[in-house]
T-cell receptor, first 117, second 118 residues
């Protein structure tokens, strides 16, 4: 099946620094990528949707200046958490859909656990 | 509005017991897709099953079975003869049929944490 790789799997950073998380589709072209956030013992909440070559669409309540999403190629999307603070500590998961994929046919990355000290 | 409800927050069973995880969904779409995912402690999501709204046939895969009933908007998941390795959080999810914007993304329930004790 299709593979989506997310990196890094774990990152610990100091408050105020920026962290970049990469999401790569390894064997297909991801026309759409979704970024989710999961707090401990909670569900996955959609943060934003990005289509290759265009600006990301953010869900209500998600700060676009804080969570910068770039989808510059059909195989790579990045999420940058700018000026991270402890409340940004969470599990971030990306998912990707290829052209022609049926709705909901998403392939998930392994997730990235961010801890901000 | 679309919504997925998993009323059971946590379930604890003893190995070899059967367990059913409930999922109720809301959507105004006539075409939609339903999913179950398993999330072990490591965090990655493991795809278990997808069902489209026109296929109400129940499905069995080994010890897993799914009961889809449109009349009650439910898509329940049963594990037969549970094992310790089944311990995980299980998410039910719903997807719209469209492709525009965030359509096609998954709307997740809050998850049910299953603990299977030896």
């Amino acid at each position: 099946g299709a593979v989506v790789s997310q990196h890094p799997s774990r990152v610990i950073c100091k408050s105020g620094t920026s962290v970049k998380i990469e999401c790569r589709s390894l064997d297909f072209q991801a026309t759409t990528m979704f970024w989710y956030r999961q707090f401990p013992k909670q569900s996955l909440m959609l943060m934003a949707t990005s289509n290759e070559g265009s600006k990301a669409t953010y869900e209500q309540g998600v700060e676009k200046d804080k969570f910068l999403i770039n989808h510059a190629s059909l195989t790579l999307s990045t999420l940058t958490v700018t000026s991270a603070h402890p409340e940004d500590s969470s599990f971030y998961i990306c998912s990707a859909r290829g052209a022609g994929g049926w709705p909901g046919e998403l392939f998930f990355g392994e997730g990235s656990r961010l801890t901000v000290l | 509005a679309q919504k997925v409800t998993q009323a059971q927050t946590e379930i604890s069973v003893v190995e070899k017991e059967d367990v059913t995880l409930d999922c109720v969904y809301e959507t105004r779409d006539t075409t939609y897709y339903l999913f179950w995912y398993k999330q072990p402690p490591s965090g990655e999501l493991v795809f278990l099953i997808r069902r489209n709204s026109f296929d109400e046939q129940n499905e069995i895969s080994g010890r897993y079975s799914w009961n889809f009933q449109k009349s009650t908007s439910s898509f329940n998941f049963t594990i037969t003869a549970s094992q310790v390795v089944d311990s995980a959080v299980y998410f039910c999810a719903l997807s719209e049929a469209g492709y525009g914007g965030s359509q096609g993304n998954l709307i997740f329930g809050k998850g049910t944490k299953l603990s299977v004790k030896p």
